[in-house]
């Protein structure tokens, strides 16, 4: 039934062959026309009343689905405000567990860090205005109440 397409070199080939299977396609339609009328309406009958029952159909999956759809959007809104409560009530009960034995609070820590910073900064600005000498060695010393023994003649 189907036809090969002409190069496309040869115009006046291509034309025929369009208006071939422009006409052939007529033909089909006519040729389902004349079909449809020889069922006579029962078969249009037929059609209309199976429509109908599928737009019925349809409208009553779409009216479930809408009540669906509020429905859950309404059990949302109720459990995330739940769920925020119960956030805030275990976030609280935590803070104050965690100041009852004695851990600082997030701030606590953030403002002692950023006092650490200012005084790494004063002794970075100290160590650049003090003039370079050389470092003292250091000694040991014995704790307070330590009693030293010398070695040597003394002891």
Same mark, same amino acid.
């Given at each position: 039934m189907t036809k090969k397409l002409p190069a496309p070199d040869d115009d006046e080939a291509l034309a025929l062959a369009v208006r071939d299977s422009a006409q052939q396609?007529?033909?089909? =339609? /006519? =040729?389902?026309?004349?079909k449809a009328q020889e069922e006579g309406g029962s078969s249009f009958t037929r059609l209309v009343r199976d429509g109908s029952a599928l737009q019925k159909?349809?409208?009553?999956?779409?009216e479930a689905t809408g009540t669906v759809a509020r429905a859950a959007e309404r059990a949302s809104r109720r459990s995330s405000g739940s769920w925020g409560k119960l956030e805030q009530?275990?976030?609280?009960?935590? +803070?104050? +567990?965690?100041?009852?034995? =004695?851990?600082?609070a997030a701030s606590e820590v953030e403002a002692l860090r950023r006092r650490v910073d200012e005084l790494e900064k004063?002794?970075?600005? /100290?160590?650049?205005? /003090?003039?370079?000498?050389?470092?003292?060695?250091?000694?040991r010393r014995p704790p307070k109440g330590t009693i030293v023994q010398e070695d040597g003649e003394g002891a």
């Open positions: 396609i007529w033909q089909a =339609g /006519l =040729g389902a026309f004349a159909r349809a409208r009553e999956v779409e009530v275990f976030e609280e009960r935590v +803070a104050r +567990a965690l100041a009852t034995i =004695g851990v600082p004063m002794l970075a600005d /100290l160590a650049t205005r /003090l003039p370079a000498a050389a470092p003292k060695p250091r000694t």
